[in-house]
């Protein structure tokens, strides 16, 4: 079993929806990571948490450290939202991230 | 500041040839962080420096690969010699310090190797 797991694998969504993507992880973790990597190629990290919720425009990330499982959402979806968005937990050790396999969206006009 | 920059942008080499990968970190970062990125791996940590000493190098592959940061702002990921299964993206990322903060990365290198 990964130790971070992603779903779903794949969305595709309509103009307008929205959309929530999920996170869940078996270890004990300090801080969460959500990037987003356009068709481009590029990373962009979107939010680093470590409890609570955050938010940035149409972005909402929220974690549950009890229950090991964050969500990333996004609020009236764009197609320039289209991308792959990627979790990945910090572990113990200051330099290591564990990623999930990431999930793909694609949100059609 | 332009951010983390990383050279070349694409790289196509032959099996056996040594290949450099380079990358500027974002000024005044004091963490840098080399990942490989493949459809069956996604992406994975190969080495971690902080204030230019490695501190977790359990991630590279194998002898072939090596990283130097010979100075704060810059790093270097070399393969020697190269092989197929080394085709991958490779990004660099920098952060103020350690995973735990927000991370920039680089725009990657797209590495073939023939």
């Known amino acids: 079993k990964n130790e971070v797991e992603q779903s779903p694998q794949n969305l595709t969504a309509q103009e307008g929806e929205f959309i929530t993507i999920n996170c869940s992880y078996s270890?004990?973790?300090?801080?969460l990571h959500w990037l987003q990597q356009h068709p481009g190629g590029g990373i962009v990290s979107l939010f680093m948490l470590s409890s609570g919720k955050k938010k940035h425009g149409r972005l909402i990330a929220t974690i549950n450290i009890q229950e090991k499982h964050s969500s990333l959402h996004i609020t009236a979806s764009h197609p320039r939202d289209s991308a792959v968005y990627i979790c990945a937990v910090k572990g113990g050790s200051q330099g290591n991230l564990i990623f999930g396999k990431g999930t793909k969206l694609s949100v059609k006009p | 500041d332009a951010g983390v920059i990383q050279s070349p942008r694409h790289e196509v080499t032959e099996m056996g040839q040594e290949v450099t990968l380079r990358c500027k970190l974002i000024?005044?970062?004091?963490?840098l962080f080399w990942y490989r990125q493949t459809m069956m791996r996604g992406l994975e940590l190969l080495i971690y420096?902080?204030?230019?000493?490695?501190?977790?190098d359990s991630g590279m592959p194998e002898d072939r690969f090596s990283a130097k940061m010979p100075n704060a702002s810059f790093s270097t990921l070399k393969i020697q010699p190269s092989e197929p299964r080394d085709s991958a993206v490779y990004f660099c990322?920098?952060?103020?310090?350690?995973?735990?903060?927000?991370?920039?990365f680089g725009s990657g290198t797209q590495l073939s190797v023939l």
């Open positions: 990322a920098s952060s103020l310090k350690g995973a735990g903060e927000k991370l920039f």
């Open positions: 420096f902080n204030n230019n000493v490695p501190i977790d």
């Open positions: 270890v004990g973790i300090s801080a």
């Open positions: 000024s005044g970062h004091n963490s």
